[in-house]
């Protein structure tokens, strides 16, 4: 992975990524059972949580594989292992003036029609505390949204 040219952003705008893209005839099936998809997957859901807000997406698309992960999925995953490593010298900075008021903002966004096999929307925020990221997450929304006015 040290010479690949990707990794500039957790995962590409326009992927699309399906379960039919699951690993399909028995030699595909034989090859993924040998790549650790799972595992890594749910390490990278570990750093999501602790330290990097711009990747729950990627993380959430690629975590709905775990059950039949294909070439296109684990090169996902890959690819967001080399965002990480190219980002690892960036960090969250908190503001530390006492005499200030803290203040909070919350941003959100949907993403509508994200998931091509259920048709469900994604949404994602985080919250802000005095300049610093303090929570995020995405998530898969639990309901079919029929405009993308519902979805938001």
């Not at 996902?76 to 960090?91: A, P, R, S």
Request: glycine letters at 6%.
């Amino acid at each position: 992975m040290d010479n690949s040219k990707r990794g500039s952003i957790p995962m590409h705008e326009k992927l699309k990524l399906s379960k039919s893209q699951g690993a399909s005839t028995h030699v595909e099936l034989k090859r993924m059972q040998n790549v650790p998809y799972a595992s890594t997957v749910g390490s990278i859901m570990y750093v999501v949580r602790c330290t990097h807000p711009d990747v729950p997406f990627a993380q959430n698309v690629t975590s709905r594989f775990q059950q039949n992960p294909g070439d296109i999925h684990w090169t996902t995953v890959k690819n967001i292992l080399k965002y990480l490593e190219n980002t690892k010298d960036m960090f969250l900075v908190y503001e530390g003036d006492l005499k200030r008021e803290l203040r909070v903002f919350c941003y959100t966004d949907v993403g509508y029609l994200t998931d091509d096999d259920d048709l469900k929307s994604q949404t994602g925020y985080v919250f802000i505390l005095n300049g610093g990221a303090v929570h995020w997450k995405s998530a898969k929304q639990s309901i079919f949204a029929t405009s993308s006015a519902e979805a938001e």
